[in-house]
C-alpha cells in the first residue's frame, strides 16, 4: 500500500492566486513528521515546511502553511499568493519515527505551474 | 540547518563504467541517506550510511551495484557501478538537521 498519495500529477494556479496541493498519508507510527519539498527543474530538493505529528497548531513558514488533519490522515500544502517562481514540482514525504529506520518516504509528486 | 555539496553536479558515462558520486557535509552527522530520482519519478532510498559501520540498503538494492564509503562523520561515497542506460538519473545525498532533513544540490547522471 502507498504510504504517501499525491493524488494531483499537475496544477494550474493564477498568479498571485492561493492553492492547495493535497497529501494523505498511511502510518500506524504514532510518532511521524511530515515535510513538504519543493523541485524545480535544476534538480536540487528545497526544504518547505514540517508538521510533526504532535504538534497542536498547523506549521506555516512565510506563504507556505500546511493544513494537518490527523484524524482523515492528510496533510495538504497552501500556497498563498502564488508567484511565477513557484512553478516547480512539490513533494510531500513522511519519516515515521519509531519504524522504517528513520528513512523518508514520498510521494510521487505534484507539477505546480503557474500562470501569468 | 545543513549545507550539503556534491560532486559532480552531473556527468555523461558510458555504459558499463563507473562513477563515485562524492558529499560532503558541513557539520558532523550521524546518518547520511542516499536516494535515487528516475527521470519524472519520485525519490526512493538507495541506502543509509552510518560512519563505522557497512551501510544498510533498501529492496532493491545491492552493495555490488551501489557500493558506498563513509570514512568519517562528514563525508560520503556513493559509486554507481558497471552502469547502464537505466542508471541514468539523479542521485542525492541527504542528512537530517533537528526534525528537518536536507538534501544535496544532487548529481544528474546520464549513461550513454
Known amino acids: 500500500a502507498q504510504k504517501i498519495t499525491q493524488t494531483q500529477p499537475g496544477m494550474f494556479v493564477q498568479e498571485k492566486e492561493a492553492v492547495t496541493l493535497d497529501c494523505t498519508y498511511d502510518t500506524s507510527d504514532p510518532s511521524y513528521g511530515l515535510f513538504w519539498y519543493k523541485q524545480p527543474s535544476s534538480g536540487e530538493m528545497i526544504f518547505l515546511i514540517y508538521q510533526g505529528s504532535y504538534d497542536q497548531q498547523n506549521a506555516t513558514e512565510g506563504r507556505y502553511s500546511l493544513n494537518f488533519q490527523k484524524a482523515r490522515k492528510s496533510a495538504n500544502l497552501v500556497i498563498s499568493a502564488s508567484q511565477l517562481g513557484d512553478s516547480a514540482m512539490y513533494f510531500c514525504a513522511m519519516r515515521e519515527l519509531n519504524n522504517a529506520g528513520n528513512m523518508l518516504t514520498f510521494g510521487g509528486g505534484t507539477r505546480l505551474m503557474v500562470k501569468p | 540547518s545543513a549545507v550539503i555539496s556534491q560532486k559532480p553536479s552531473r556527468d555523461i558515462c558510458q555504459r558499463g563504467t563507473s562513477l563515485t558520486i562524492q558529499c560532503q557535509v558541513d557539520s558532523q552527522v550521524t546518518m547520511m541517506f542516499w536516494y535515487r530520482q528516475q527521470p519524472g519519478q519520485s525519490l526512493t532510498l538507495i541506502a543509509t550510511a552510518n560512519q563505522g559501520s557497512e551501510a544498510t540498503y533498501e529492496s532493491g538494492f545491492v552493495i555490488d551495484k551501489f557500493p558506498i564509503s563513509r570514512p568519517n562523520l562528514t563525508f560520503s561515497t556513493l559509486t554507481v557501478s558497471n552502469m547502464s542506460p537505466e542508471d541514468s538519473s539523479i542521485y542525492l545525498c541527504?542528512?537530517?538537521?533537528?526534525?528537518?532533513?536536507?538534501f544535496g544540490p544532487g548529481t544528474r547522471l546520464t549513461v550513454l
Open positions: 541527504s542528512v537530517y538537521g533537528g526534525d528537518t532533513q536536507y
